[in-house]
């Protein structure tokens, strides 16, 4: 077993009071603090669903390294593209309407989305992949918020014309509220 001191421990604890610790991490953790309270590395096994090796690995690993060491290595393969610095321009260009930074259009599309934050961030993120981070919801601070779309509805009511509008109606209560192709009464 690894000795944790009372230092190690506070930091484990403050460590898991943390949301965005992943869950493998705080596996870890708590395999760590299970250990400061004097727990067998059987027990601990036990409750994990490790094995005894695995845990005794991870003990290892803190008591080599602290808490950094309880992180995972980095995987391989293609880089994220929407990481935090994409993910927050996303979240401020979604609540900004268009027309406030000087866009030609009233609601956001996610093609025009998609372009805009290309122009902004460098970053080419596909339309279809932002419409599922925005379903997903992003990462404002301790709030997560979850973003709706659906197609706008547009009308022409605000090209209308009052006044005509009140004179046509005035003409068609004058021949009785029935209106014909320029129909005569005879």
Known sequence: MIEVTTQGRAE???VLRRRDVSPRVRERLEMVKAAALRRDLVAIAQWSG????????????YESGGVEALADAPRSGRPVSADGAYLGALG???????RSLGLGFD???SDRLSAYLASGTGVRISPGWLR???AAGLRDGP???RYRYGRPKHTLSHLRDEAEVAACEAELAEVGGKGGCGATEV
């Open 50 to 61: 490790r094995t005894e090796r695995t845990v005794a690995r991870w003990l290892g690993a």
């Open 107 to 109: 609601g956001w599309t």
């Open 92 to 98: 401020k260009a979604v609540d900004t309407p268009p």
């Open 132 to 134: 599922a981070l925005l």
């Open 143 to 145: 709030h997560k918020t």
């Open 12 to 14: 484990v604890e403050a």
